[in-house]
């Protein structure tokens, strides 16, 4: 896993879920030996030989750890958390016959940014009807490239612009967020880069004090104080992933399980950053979300 063990736990139970409700108990017909990098990225490839020369029967990575883990290509691998498309980029043959050695599940369906991004902005834009520059943080990676490549392509729709604010380490953060204030953006977007993630208290100090509108993607993130968050819901994605763990230790081979897309996703609404912004949610919007944060 990229990030800190203590932020991701509620994740690692729902892995132990779905082998669970495949029949697998920890502890009798399984044990799970797991790595975290702590958001220090350039670990991963050292964490994935670690787990490699236990000769597991199973890997199980998320996000930017499945580039580390797929370099052990003679052990089966089940990602997820991944929201680039695994076709695109080389990761699978395809969603129906992946081949190989490699399984897993996608945030979107068919790998599609954009339009989880058009439902994700629609939403913003009736909690923040002034929207018109919208400032978006995140490292140069796969994911935040193609999500500042969606916003883009909704901005003529929703009627505003995009700027990004491109960040290294989680040392450029406070660069990030006063360059935007400085450029007067009406609300910041968080890209869903594990970088931004693992640094989660440190990005929600300064969106704290930045006083601006925030939308982003997992559910953790409305739930830590942005105002708005949409996306599927990771947690679910990491139950499937137990239940192909599961399959691929009874015996089933990586290559003939599909792709599985994205089939529950969460609306989260912090009521509470958006009294303190000022900003009355519509009574509609309350009833379609998810989550309501008080």
Avoid: C
Wanted: no cysteine; glycine share 12%.
């Amino acid at each position: 896993m990229p990030g800190r063990a203590e932020r991701l736990k509620d994740w690692i139970a729902a892995l132990r879920t779905g082998l669970q409700e495949a029949g697998f108990i920890e502890g009798t017909n399984y044990s799970l030996a797991m790595r975290f990098a702590n958001g220090e990225f350039d670990r991963l490839p050292s964490l994935a030989k670690e787990l490699g020369a236990l000769q597991p029967r199973v890997n199980v990575a998320a996000g930017n750890a499945v580039r580390a883990v797929r370099a052990l290509p003679e052990i089966p691998l089940v990602f997820t958390g991944v929201a680039v498309d695994p076709v695109a980029t080389g990761l699978v043959q395809s969603y129906t016959r992946p081949g190989g050695m490699i399984t897993g599940n996608v945030m979107n369906a068919m790998g599609s940014e954009e339009a989880i991004t058009q439902k994700r902005i629609g939403l913003f834009k009736e909690l923040v009807p002034g929207l018109t520059l919208l400032g978006m943080i995140g490292p140069k990676d796969l994911l935040s490239i193609a999500e500042l490549t969606a916003l883009q392509k909704v901005s003529g729709h929703f009627g505003f612009e995009v700027t990004n604010y491109v960040i290294q380490t989680g040392d450029d953060l406070e660069g990030a967020f006063a360059s935007g204030r400085r450029d007067g953006v009406s609300a910041f977007y968080i890209s869903g880069e594990p970088l931004l993630f693992s640094n989660i208290s440190r990005v929600m100090s300064l969106v704290a004090a930045s006083g601006t509108p925030t939308v982003g993607t997992f559910p953790e993130w409305g739930r830590a104080g942005l105002l708005m968050s949409y996306s599927s819901d990771i947690q679910d994605g990491f139950r499937h992933a137990g239940t192909y763990a599961a399959k691929i230790l009874g015996g089933t081979k990586p290559g003939d399980l599909p792709i599985e897309q994205a089939s529950k996703f969460t609306f989260v609404i912090n009521l509470k950053t958006a009294k303190a912004l000022g900003i009355a949610v519509p009574p509609t919007l309350l009833s379609l979300a998810d989550e309501v944060i008080e």
